[in-house]
């Protein structure tokens, strides 16, 4: 266990200066295959879906190294600075205690990742605007605060099952970065019961203290989805009676909605 105590003291005493970019094309995993999908705005590559869906499939949340891509590494802890905050931290261990390492979460997955060895950030935050300037510095903000939490005592390779983490403070990256994927890659898995801006009816809600980010980055423009959710819970609640006085239809289809907003724009146009 001594390298986790040896990362701990590394995360506590985290510095800007030794950033550098992460160099995906060098390696073979799936942090790596994700930045590469990235670089060229392929989020949609079937590929790349079809991986996180088995990877959020699995009972426990696990990956390989972002270096050492023979190595296979389990979640073990996860840290955010608050409840509703979109940043979230990740500390991932091989059954052996010998790799740990930390990924930090924003809009997409793996957006900074610290090992023993290196400390790397996503291409996508290494500019020299504000935004991402104040984001480097609040990484070791991050993994400074995180590291007090940190102790051999509550830190082992166990078969922990986990939720995932769907909070965000900015309802454009909750709908695009996070939302977006969960309907997308169709998953089933138990969210973390925190405020959220919208709940799909097939979202179960559930507190664990293993709570993984989905960050994939910005999804498709394409939000019928929410629609079709909303008209779902409005059919089943409405009552049907109530429906055919209003509208003269047992059931609302999107079609109808559709027709609905087409003549209230008329009306405004007047």
Known sequence: MSKIQNFITRLATLNQKDIKLYPY???????????????????LN?????????????PFFEIHHPTY??????????????????????????????YPFVILNAYDFASAIITLEYFFINERYSSDSQHDIWYRWRICKDCQEMAKSLNLDNLCFQDASYSIDMACERPAHYF?????????????????????????NTMPLTNKSLCIALRLGKGDDNYDFIVRDSLASFNHSVDTQDKLDRFDKEEITMQDLKGLIATQEQREAL
């Open 25 to 43: 094309e060098q390696y073979n995993c799936e942090i790596a295959f994700t930045q590469k999908c990235a670089s060229v705005q392929d989020n």
């Open 46 to 58: 079937p590929q790349l879906l079809a991986m996180w869906k088995n990877i959020y499939d699995q």
């Open 69 to 98: 891509n023979e190595v296979k590494t389990r979640a073990i802890f996860t840290y955010k600075p608050n409840y509703t905050s979109l940043r979230n931290a990740i500390l991932f261990v091989d059954r052996n205690y010998q």
């Open 176 to 200: 695009q970065d996070t939302l977006y994927w969960y309907q997308k890659l169709k998953l089933s898995n138990e969210v973390q019961n925190t405020p959220l801006f919208f709940r799909l």
